[in-house]
């Protein structure tokens, strides 16, 4: 996959704001070939691929929100209120503003070097152009930034030419993409670890600065990118107390532990997506455990307990941790839910049994690849897709066919719903699947 920013500078009418009008280009956006920046323009009746905008207006939003655009991981729950305050602003090029009109293209970072675009249509209000593109896609990181950085350089370039060295706008554009290019490693570790916290780096007070090096520094590296991905301004100063208190319940229920003999018997998981990793790692302990196709039973005759207890957490977006030596955990007390409570359990699991490094586990909503193996394993774990599969081809015609599934295997309808869409399963007439 691979995404381009193209331009060519035009010739703009005279403005009070010189350093603006200068850097006005014809700018096409393409992802694939396809035009991100394709418009209908109500008043010729016509479409074109590409907008006419400031410049200026993307390489200040590009180097405002640089960490953010690598670093800043989204909730994947997809609700805008689960997001930190802000995270919109910090991702979608729509907000680069100026009075200008811009695609709706949100660019948000995975834990795997890749980088999510999605754009959709639009109509601003009072404008005689809409935004009609729509898509979806992962590209990578490094050559997202080569783009991006062309587009600073040549902005930057175009003014100097222009005699605007020493103007305080192109100036502190230049300082503050000169200071991104020179990050040493150790800045460049706190860039990474503020902005997974939501906060500017180089706009950070005092207090929070030393709040998040102290942080990083005594927290397990196992799980601290994970947990600052899910904390904000307001939830960090409890966190390490939180974690304190709840890693020493777990080290008590550490001891005794026979799970592990389980997993040392499990074999390799195939280095592949971590979704598969977690369907695989699935299926082998199912096959273990002698649990055939039906519902899985976290408290079978001579399997071994999980020891779990419930309690608050410091953010809404942290559903729990594993112990360091076993799938003992500590659980968010608002799964009141039977079936919540059942999947939290079944991610604590995966996450001890797809470990990589010793340490502790951490559960969340956000969109990294601990999670996302964490999230597979329970689905397929508890509603296992090859016994989804007959069941479906047999009563798929049904109306209540996926309350009824989620009924027998005690998962929520969302589960099932997970495991026909990601296995390409026969989908109910009345499925209720979205789009």
């Not at 995270?87 to 709706?104: C, S």
């Not at 009609?132 to 783009?147: F, M, N, P, S, Y």
């Not at 670890?193 to 007070?205: Q, S």
């Not at 001579?302 to 729990?320: D, N, V, Y």
Request: a negative charge.
């Amino acid at each position: 996959m691979t995404v381009s920013f193209t331009f060519d500078w035009v010739d703009a009418a005279p403005s009070p704001d010189g350093v603006m009008g200068q850097t006005m280009a014809q700018l096409w956006i393409r992802v694939n070939g396809e035009a991100v920046t394709a418009v209908y323009d109500r008043r010729n009746n016509a479409r074109r691929d590409h907008v006419v905008v400031p410049l200026l207006s993307v390489a200040e939003w590009v180097v405002g929100n640089w960490c953010h655009l690598w670093h800043e991981l989204p909730d994947t729950t997809g609700e805008m209120a689960r997001q930190k305050p802000g995270f919109e602003q910090r991702h979608n090029l729509a907000f680069a503003g100026d009075g200008f009109l811009w695609p709706k293209l949100t660019m948000v970072p995975s834990s795997d070097a890749m980088e999510q675009l999605r754009w959709t249509p639009w109509q601003p209000q009072h404008a005689r152009i809409e935004f009609v593109a729509e898509g979806k896609v992962r590209v990578a990181c490094d050559q997202l930034q080569e783009e991006l950085g062309g587009v600073v350089e040549a902005v930057l370039e175009r003014l100097r030419n222009f005699g605007h060295r020493q103007d305080s706008v192109v100036s502190d554009l230049q300082d503050a993409w000169d200071t991104i290019k020179a990050l040493d490693p150790e800045e460049d570790e706190f860039c990474r670890a503020a902005a997974l916290l939501g906060v500017d780096p180089f706009a950070v007070e005092q207090d929070m600065e030393e709040a998040i090096i102290a942080f990083w520094q005594r927290t397990e590296t196992a799980i601290r990118e994970d947990m600052l991905a899910s904390l904000d301004e307001a939830t960090l100063p409890g966190a390490s107390r939180w974690l304190d208190h709840t890693r020493a319940w777990l080290e008590d229920e550490d001891n005794g532990n026979e799970w592990g003999a389980i997993r040392d018997g499990l074999p390799p998981v195939p280095m592949t997506t971590p979704w598969q990793q977690g369907y695989a790692l699935a299926r082998s302990l199912r096959r273990a455990l002698s649990h055939g196709d039906g519902q899985f039973d976290f408290a079978a005759p001579g399997q071994p307990a999980l020891h779990h207890r419930e309690t608050a957490m410091p953010s809404s977006r942290i559903e729990g941790l594993v112990a360091a030596g076993g799938p003992a955990c500590a659980i968010t007390s608002q799964r009141r839910e039977t079936t919540a409570k059942r999947f939290v359990l079944a991610r604590a699991l995966g996450d001890y049994m797809g470990r990589s490094e010793a340490g502790l586990g951490i559960l969340t909503s956000m969109d990294t690849m601990r999670q996302a193996r964490s999230r597979a394993f329970a689905a397929e774990l508890l509603a296992p897709a090859e016994s989804l599969r007959p069941r479906l081809a047999d009563r798929g015609a049904e109306e209540n066919v996926i309350h009824d599934l989620g009924q027998e295997f005690a998962v929520s309808p969302w589960v099932i719903n997970h495991q026909i869409r990601n296995h390409g399963l026969p989908q109910p007439c009345s499925s209720g699947l979205p789009g």
